[in-house]
T-cell receptor, first 112, second 109 residues
Framework: EPEVTQTPSHQVTQMGQEVILRCVPI?????FYWYRQILGQKVEFLVS????????KSEIFDDQFSVERPDGSNFTLKIRSTKLEDSAMYFC??????????FGNGTRLTVT | GQNIDQPTEMTATEGAIVQINCTYQ??????LFWYQQHAGEAPTFLSY????GLEEKGRFSSFLSRSKGYSYLLLKELQMKDSASYLC??????????FGAGTRLFVKA
């Protein structure tokens, strides 16, 4: 069964550094998403992406965040200058129209 | 805005049936999903309701009443491996699916 893949599985970075989290969505899916989950808390929506542009974003997704689909298969989340509170699990997901989200295994980001 | 409420924790016995409730308030409802999440892992899809009524899928069933803003997930013949968090999620419009805080289910022998 096709799956969403995310790399790396764990990223440690220093405060103020830039990080790029990578995702390869399921190939016939057209909708892409990033979510985050701070340890012990709920899964929070960050951004959705369709037709090469952001379709919706949350208040969390401020100017420090950006997303890109640099080629036909990758979907990336960039955090420009990481803060301690950015430490979380970041999940990429993809879907077809009106179908459930399929999640990747996540990237655990630790900011020190 | 959107709001999703579900109980924080539930405990049930192996072999029993458990019902996890979810109430929601949203604009532009476009489907309700249930996901299972084991600690440290990604959410995995369990069920999807967009019309009122019951959807059955093996040991799992999900019910939706759009007029009441209410759904439940029913798990039958509970097994120890069903110990996990169960997440109720609502899609509004086409591009945003919001998750509740999840219900931690403990299955005891």
């Amino acid at each position: 069964e096709p799956e969403v893949t995310q790399t790396p599985s764990h990223q440690v970075t220093q405060m103020g550094q830039e990080v790029i989290l990578r995702c390869v969505p399921i190939s016939n899916h057209l909708y892409f998403y990033w979510y985050r989950q701070i340890l012990g808390q709920k899964v929070e929506f960050l951004v959705s992406f369709y037709n090469n542009e952001i379709s919706e974003k949350s208040e969390i997704f401020d100017d420090q965040f950006s997303v890109e689909r640099p080629d036909g298969s990758n979907f990336t989340l960039k955090i420009r200058s990481t803060k301690l509170e950015d430490s979380a699990m970041y999940f990429c997901a993809s879907s077809r129209q009106d179908s459930p989200l399929h999640f990747g295994n996540g990237t655990r980001l630790t900011v020190t | 805005g959107q709001n999703i409420d579900q109980p924080t924790e539930m405990t049930a016995t192996e072999g029993a049936i458990v019902q996890i409730n979810c109430t929601y308030q949203t604009s532009g409802f476009n489907g309700l999903f249930w996901y299972q999440q084991h600690a440290g892992e990604a959410p995995t899809f369990l069920s999807y309701n967009v019309l009122d009524g019951l959807e059955e899928k093996g040991r799992f069933s999900s019910f939706l009443s759009r007029s009441k803003g209410y759904s439940y997930l029913l798990l039958k013949e509970l097994q120890m491996k069903d110990s996990a968090s169960y997440l109720c999620a609502v899609r509004s419009g086409g591009f945003k699916t919001i998750f509740g805080a999840g219900t931690r289910l403990f299955v005891k022998a």
